[in-house]
């Protein structure tokens, strides 16, 4: 059976003999009158063993074996150092240790590993102990492992275990430290433990219907529980993805949103966390991924032109002129010099033109043949990407649509456009819309509003209560293991 580490067990003994020897001591020495009664041992065993002015704080909670000892230690002061989860006059777990043991036990349903939390240690205790001495340095012991694991857990659950950016362990700051002590303390105060230890996690609606899904997947196969053993490769993927939607807490989950899934090849319309519409989209090619972003679409413009990114004029269209400078009128484009002034590319000498030189932008006309198809939906982002449609219909009929060089084709366009309208109060344009649309004619469409647009990458989510697993075309998934598994 395993136990808390020799050197942890062996200064909280210490503690707890000397404490009981100079009691002992001091009791025969003043016998005779009444003295005030002393603080309870285990109280008094948790405040010697958190007192850092000795070894300094690093070192104390390196010793005690806890990875959130500035929380531990703010737990412990705000309740003048008085167990929590132990018995003071007997061995073993109070009923509210029991609840925290099973919730620890269960991480899996929420996507983390009890071994994280050192649920097999802290399972352990003994239901009893023979020596005062002994016992108490061991109830300490366990008492502040087991603070430290569910501070830990709750920092989990809200926050996620990696920094989202640099994939580095998350480290508690002090208003998080705060946060999650205040909640430990009013789930102790809750006639529910469990219950309100919970309410820590995101409410968001994918967050909230993948953990469900996932929960009553594992508890319909009970030997899947640890993430290694039954099907660890869905674990690791649920695993992963929550972690990401745990990233976007501070995302508001009411009113309007557009969610496009990269993975998923979907945007969806959510309304108050519901799904109130859905489109195919084409996202950009592993080699010219769509980025992950919050903006807002704020304008649309139906019959565009399309100007032609540098990178795409320069490598893609630069070769295709350089052995045919009909390319362009052969494809509706048109070539304009630096002053907007309209150049004929049958007079340049384009051997002479290198991708370092080219001095050119191209554009192409408005009408069915534009890459942006009829209508483009534009919202700010530092990468040049919009939603927009396209000629190219038959790929939304593909499984795999990751074909695009970054930005998103929509099927439907004229759905989305419909909702953005009526979300303004500006329905009477549609008709302009489809006018604009058959005679070519660009018109703009401002919104006041906006709707917020988020792009993420989720490579499996819950639907109908049933988990859908996607492929993971950008190989986002692999970087984000290697750091969340890492032992």
Same mark, same amino acid.
């Given at each position: 059976?395993?136990?808390?580490?020799?050197?942890?067990?062996?200064?909280?003994?210490?503690?707890?003999?000397?404490?009981?020897?100079?009691?002992?001591?001091?009791?025969?020495?003043?016998?005779?009158?009444?003295?005030?009664?002393?603080?309870?041992?285990?109280?008094?065993?948790?405040?010697?063993?958190?007192?850092?002015?000795?070894?300094?704080?690093?070192?104390?909670?390196?010793?005690?074996?806890?990875?959130?000892?500035?929380?531990?230690?703010?737990?412990?002061?705000?309740?003048?150092?008085?167990?929590?989860?132990?018995?003071?006059?007997?061995?073993?777990?109070?009923?509210?240790?029991?609840?925290?043991?099973?919730?620890?036990?269960?991480?899996?349903?929420?996507?983390?590993?009890?071994?994280?939390?050192?649920?097999?240690?802290?399972?352990?205790?003994?239901?009893?102990?023979?020596?005062?001495?002994?016992?108490?340095?061991?109830?300490?012991?366990?008492?502040?492992?087991?603070?430290?694991?569910?501070?830990?857990?709750?920092?989990?659950?809200?926050?996620?275990?990696?920094?989202?950016?640099? $994939? /580095?362990?998350?480290? #508690?700051?002090?208003?998080? @430290?705060?946060? =999650?002590?205040?909640? !430990?303390? +009013? *789930?102790?105060?809750?006639?529910? $433990? /469990?219950?309100?230890? #919970?309410?820590?996690?995101? @409410?968001?609606? =994918?967050?909230?219907? !993948?953990? +469900? *899904?996932?929960?009553?997947?594992?508890?319909?196969?009970?030997?899947?529980?640890?993430?290694? @053993?039954?099907? =660890?490769?869905?674990?690791?993927?649920? *695993?992963?993805?929550?972690?990401?939607?745990?990233?976007?807490?501070?995302?508001?989950?009411?009113?309007?949103? =557009?969610?496009?899934?990269?993975?998923?090849?979907?945007?969806?319309?959510?309304?108050?966390?519901?799904?109130?519409?859905?489109?195919?989209?084409?996202?950009?090619?592993?080699?010219?991924?769509?980025?992950?972003?919050?903006?807002?679409?704020?304008?649309?413009?139906?019959?565009?032109?399309?100007?032609?990114?540098?990178?795409?004029?320069?490598?893609?269209?630069?070769?295709?002129?350089?052995?045919?400078?009909?390319?362009?009128?052969?494809?509706?484009?048109?070539?304009?010099?630096?002053?907007?002034?309209?150049?004929?590319?049958?007079?340049?000498?384009?051997?002479?033109?290198?991708?370092?030189?080219?001095?050119?932008?191209?554009?192409?006309?408005?009408?069915?043949?534009?890459?942006?198809?009829?209508?483009?939906?534009?919202?700010?982002?530092?990468?040049?990407?919009?939603?927009?449609?396209?000629?190219?219909?038959?790929?939304?009929?593909?499984?795999?649509?990751?074909?695009?060089?970054?930005?998103?084709?929509?099927?439907?366009?004229?759905?989305?456009?419909?909702?953005?309208?009526?979300?303004?109060?500006?329905?009477?344009?549609?008709?302009?819309?489809?006018?604009?649309?058959?005679?070519?004619?660009?018109?703009?469409?401002?919104?006041?509003?906006?709707?917020?647009?988020?792009?993420?990458?989720?490579?499996?989510?819950?639907?109908?209560?049933?988990?859908?697993?996607?492929?993971?075309?950008?190989?986002?998934?692999?970087?984000?293991?290697?750091?969340?598994?890492?032992?």
């Amino acid at each position: 059976m395993e136990r808390l580490s020799s050197n942890v067990w062996t200064v909280l003994l210490w503690l707890a003999v000397t404490g009981g020897v100079l009691s002992l001591g001091s009791a025969q020495a003043h016998a005779g009158p009444p003295q005030p009664k002393p603080a309870p041992v285990a109280a008094l065993s948790l405040r010697t063993a958190l007192d850092t002015v000795a070894l300094g704080s690093a070192a104390t909670y390196t010793q005690l074996g806890l990875q959130a000892g500035p929380a531990v230690q703010q737990f412990y002061s705000q309740r003048d150092f008085t167990p929590a989860w132990t018995h003071a006059d007997s061995a073993g777990w109070n009923h509210n240790a029991r609840q925290a043991l099973a919730l620890l036990r269960c991480a899996p349903e929420y996507g983390l590993d009890p071994a994280t939390y050192s649920w097999s240690i802290l399972s352990a205790l003994p239901d009893s102990l023979h020596y005062l001495a002994a016992k108490t340095a061991t109830l300490a012991g366990y008492e502040l492992r087991l603070t430290d694991a569910l501070l830990r857990f709750a920092t989990h659950l809200r926050y996620g275990r990696l920094h989202p950016l640099t $994939l /580095t362990p998350i480290v #508690l700051t002090q208003p998080q @430290t705060q946060e =999650a002590v205040d909640g !430990l303390r +009013q *789930a102790l105060a809750s006639p529910e $433990l /469990t219950t309100a230890f #919970l309410s820590c996690q995101p @409410t968001s609606r =994918a967050y909230c219907q !993948l953990q +469900q *899904a996932w929960s009553a997947t594992l508890r319909q196969h009970p030997d899947s529980l640890h993430p290694t @053993t039954g099907n =660890a490769a869905d674990f690791r993927r649920v *695993a992963l993805n929550l972690e990401r939607l745990r990233w976007d807490l501070q995302r508001p989950d009411s009113g309007d949103y =557009a969610l496009v899934n990269i993975a998923a090849y979907q945007l969806q319309l959510i309304r108050n966390g519901q799904v109130v519409q859905s489109h195919r989209i084409v996202v950009g090619k592993p080699d010219t991924p769509t980025p992950t972003l919050d903006s807002r679409i704020t304008v649309f413009v139906t019959a565009p032109e399309w100007r032609v990114p540098y990178s795409i004029a320069v490598n893609e269209m630069l070769p295709e002129l350089q052995n045919d400078p009909g390319f362009l009128a052969d494809n509706n484009y048109f070539l304009l010099d630096y002053r907007g002034r309209r150049v004929n590319p049958w007079r340049v000498n384009w051997q002479r033109i290198t991708p370092q030189t080219f001095p050119y932008t191209i554009r192409q006309t408005a009408g069915r043949h534009n890459a942006l198809g009829n209508i483009v939906f534009y919202f700010t982002n530092q990468h040049g990407i919009y939603v927009h449609d396209t000629p190219a219909r038959a790929l939304f009929r593909e499984p795999k649509r990751a074909r695009s060089h970054g930005c998103i084709r929509i099927e439907k366009p004229l759905e989305l456009a419909a909702f953005l309208l009526k979300r303004e109060g500006q329905q009477a344009a549609l008709p302009d819309i489809r006018r604009s649309i058959a005679t070519h004619d660009r018109c703009r469409y401002d919104l006041a509003g906006g709707l917020p647009i988020r792009i993420r990458y989720y490579t499996c989510e819950a639907q109908n209560n049933h988990i859908r697993y996607y492929a993971d075309v950008y190989c986002q998934d692999e970087a984000v293991a290697a750091a969340f598994f890492k032992p």
